[in-house]
């Protein structure tokens, strides 16, 4: 707590707030900070609990101590004088009702219209959610699009026909990119969102863990859809037939990555697993639906296709598209039971 008000009096507020979980409050007050050094001030910031008596310029100089230090600052005021806090710190958050001033409103990058310090919580919130959907969205694009490269490129590679044609390609395309991307957009916030730690600004969008996961990702779905489709070849010795089953392999196993896309941190195997998301059910249900009508006319013949099975079906979407998401997701299981137990023996996340 940062305020102009005497100790006796900070001290005493800070208390009923319950500031520290310790049994003494930590205070310093403005003659202090005349004499303090930046750098005690910078080590000292992050350990005390209340600064009294203190100037706009005060204020300024706590916020950069802090951010020396390596923290991320958020400062909260309604006052004329907490505008060039608002200012210095990497999120100013104003009071928008009647108590609070235009300097303050116009200074902060947040303004709480109804005056209400817990309505942050709902947009910290809501805010990570959107970020990790966007992450988790955009890993699904490209492990799924890499996916359909690999295939065409390791029958490229191995002198076999290509198992899909232009058609078959624009329909993945339609059915397994708009209503998944647009399903994970919405996915809810995880139940412990809030008791991650905050992320480093410097961090990339995606990191090399990132990219060998949709890589590990990718690798299992393509393997799952060229599986398929040396099935098919071995049986029928028809390209048709085998493609036809490639097709719905590789359609089926991405639309099963969104339900793998909604967390990096939790599996289908995990007790915490990540919220319902009706949209998201939808879409999956919906694509299933459209992709099986692919198998009858008029569809068979726009994409080209050839009459399945009902063993070819369960091999296609049993062994060809199940097994790489099962597969996955064993691998992410593995993934985070090895992050938790390192984060518990050195209290850090790798």
């Not at 970020?131 to 694009?141: C, K, P, Q």
């Not at 078959?168 to 412990?192: C, G, K, T």
């Not at 196993?253 to 995990?270: C, E, K, T, V």
């Not at 994409?303 to 091999?315: E, H, K, Y």
Request: glycine residues 8%; neutral net charge.
């Amino acid at each position: 707590m940062i305020t102009g008000d005497q100790g006796a009096t900070a001290h005493a507020v800070g208390h009923d707030l319950g500031l520290s979980g310790e049994p003494e409050l930590r205070t310093i007050d403005s003659a202090e900070l005349e004499s303090m050094d930046p750098e005690v001030l910078k080590g000292l910031a992050g350990n005390v609990h209340i600064f009294s008596s203190v100037t706009p310029s005060h204020k300024v100089e706590i916020v950069q101590a802090l951010q020396r230090a390596g923290k991320v600052v958020a400062m909260t005021g309604d006052g004329i004088n907490d505008g060039p806090a608002l200012k210095a710190a990497d999120i100013g958050v104003a009071m928008g009702g009647d108590g609070g001033t235009e300097v303050a409103r116009m200074t902060a990058d947040v303004v709480l219209e109804d005056n209400n310090l817990e309505s942050m919580i709902t947009a910290i919130r809501q805010g990570r959610a959107i970020y990790f959907n966007t992450r988790n969205a955009i890993r699904y694009l490209l492990a799924t699009n890499l996916s359909e490269i690999m295939v065409m490129f390791s029958a490229v590679a191995s002198g076999t026909p290509t198992p899909l044609n232009p058609m078959q390609l624009l329909w993945i395309n339609l059915v397994s990119d708009i209503f998944p991307v647009l399903a994970l957009a919405v996915q809810p916030p995880e139940r412990d969102v809030l008791k991650r730690p905050p992320r480093d600004p410097s961090e990339p969008f995606l990191d090399s863990e990132d990219l060998k996961r949709m890589l590990r990702q990718s690798c299992a779905i393509s393997a799952g859809t060229f599986g398929s489709y040396a099935w098919g070849r071995a049986r029928y010795r028809s390209g048709t037939q085998a493609g036809t089953m490639a097709f719905m392999s590789l359609t089926a196993a991405q639309l099963l990555h969104m339900i793998s896309a909604r967390s990096d941190r939790h599996s289908i195997f995990s007790s915490n697993r990540p919220p319902s998301n009706r949209p998201l059910n939808a879409g999956l249900a919906g694509g299933l639906i459209l992709q099986l009508l692919t198998s009858i006319n008029p569809f068979r013949r726009w994409l080209r296709n050839a009459p399945l099975t009902p063993l070819d079906l369960a091999v296609s979407l049993i062994a060809g598209a199940g097994l790489p998401f099962l597969v996955n997701e064993v691998f992410k299981e593995f993934e985070l039971t090895r992050q938790s137990a390192y984060e518990s023996k050195t209290g850090r996340h790798p």
